[in-house]
């Protein structure tokens, strides 16, 4: 359904985010926005982007998609910091065939970080759906643009999958999360997000996992060690680099199934570990299991031993003061990783039982698998 510019451009506001058409006042922004490094590196705007190519986008790219109804565009509005309404994005829909539209969205980086454009998106798809009448959005995103996912989850946008080398960035294409949101679907996320907690104890900070920590987490899976009593986690294993790694562990926690934590150097914020929950449900969502890998320059140290103290309080503490509530906590280790073995017993794990030849050592040995676990003494139900 095709319209003029500006005249059938609505204006849509929730009182704090107003989405309207681009006006030629927009274009300093505009520039701001395209020029920065975030926008650069995750969207296909020119590169040199010019003065020019914001004033072609609003006076010319943006009325033209309208008149033709091939794209809805909206700029966005939004306070920026110095406390007035300014041009903060552009968020639009983008019609293809059959009832279904894309889509696209890119923020300001003075209004990032804000839930500006969580807001915008919901206003735009309120409209595309009851006043456009489409079916299904879809959205697409670049592996790794962790914001833009957030987004979308944010929204109710199902996640679909990675479809491989689907989008073509400068000449190169990348694989692309699919997602995707139908008019009856509700609104609230599919799945939960975890987001870890910062935890600090007298030497370490455990944080989330950061792309930066790539090298050293490579490293740590590298080593002699770590592989022979990683052998039996096929996902690791085969993984091919650090970055791949702390992906997986980004992943985890976006699809809400665990929790990956950086075990770092309180003073310098070097890794020196990793560690993580997961099967978060159990039998009845009152326990999970612990996994943990220690840097070879870091061992010895006790820092394994201080890290699982800080895990196991933020696991037990109740929901109501910022914790998980658990009531149980368990993990699994080979009978000979004496190291991990001694940790956890340090902590109050109890070793309950042995299954013989059950752990995968090495690239194909079998060696014992121990099992322990720890109850919360203060658990209600």
Request: glycine share 10%; proline share 5%.
């Amino acid at each position: 359904m095709a319209g003029t510019f500006p005249d059938d451009v609505p204006t849509l506001t929730d009182g704090v985010v107003t989405l309207r058409a681009h006006e030629p006042s927009d274009v300093d922004a505009m520039v701001e926005q395209c020029t920065d490094p975030l926008s650069i590196e995750w969207t296909n705007v020119p590169v040199p982007f010019a003065r020019a190519d914001a004033v072609h986008y609003a006076t010319e790219f943006m009325p033209a998609g309208w008149r033709s109804g091939s794209e809805y565009g909206f700029a966005i509005e939004a306070e920026h910091p110095c406390g007035e309404p300014r041009f903060a994005g552009s968020v639009s829909l983008r019609t293809l065939a059959g009832g279904v539209a894309e889509l696209a969205y890119g923020l300001h980086p003075a209004v990032r970080g804000r839930g500006v454009c969580g807001r915008a998106v919901t206003l735009l798809l309120d409209w595309g759906f009851e006043a456009r009448g489409f079916d299904v959005v879809v959205w697409y995103a670049r592996v790794g643009n962790w914001a833009s996912r957030r987004v979308a989850w944010a929204n109710g946008f199902s996640f679909d999958g990675t479809v491989a080398k689907f989008l073509l960035h400068r000449g190169v294409r990348h694989d692309a999360w699919l997602g995707s949101l139908r008019a009856g679907d509700t609104r609230e996320p599919k799945s939960r997000w975890n987001v870890e907690p910062v935890l600090e104890s007298e030497r370490l900070r455990l944080r989330p996992n950061r792309e930066s920590d790539a090298t050293r987490f490579g490293e740590m899976f590298a080593d002699p060690r770590s592989r022979h009593f990683n052998g039996r986690v096929k996902a690791v294993r085969d993984v091919p680099d650090g970055a791949a790694l702390i992906r997986r562990n980004l992943e985890g926690s976006a699809r809400g199934d665990r929790y990956n934590w950086c075990i770092a150097d309180r003073d310098t914020d070097l890794m020196v570990g990793h560690i993580q929950l997961f099967d978060l449900e159990g039998l009845d969502d009152t326990e999970a299991k612990l996994g943990y890998a220690v840097h070879p320059d870091a061992r010895g140290r006790g820092v394994l031993t201080e890290a699982l103290r800080s895990v196991v309080e933020w696991s037990f503490r109740p929901a109501a003061d910022g914790g998980l509530g658990k009531r149980r906590l368990s993990l699994t280790t080979a009978a000979s990783n004496k190291a991990s073995r001694h940790a956890v017993e340090q902590v109050g794990f109890i070793h309950i039982g042995t299954e013989p030849k059950s752990f995968t050592t090495g690239e194909s040995d079998f060696d014992d698998m121990a099992i322990y676990h720890r109850l919360n003494p203060a658990w209600n139900p």
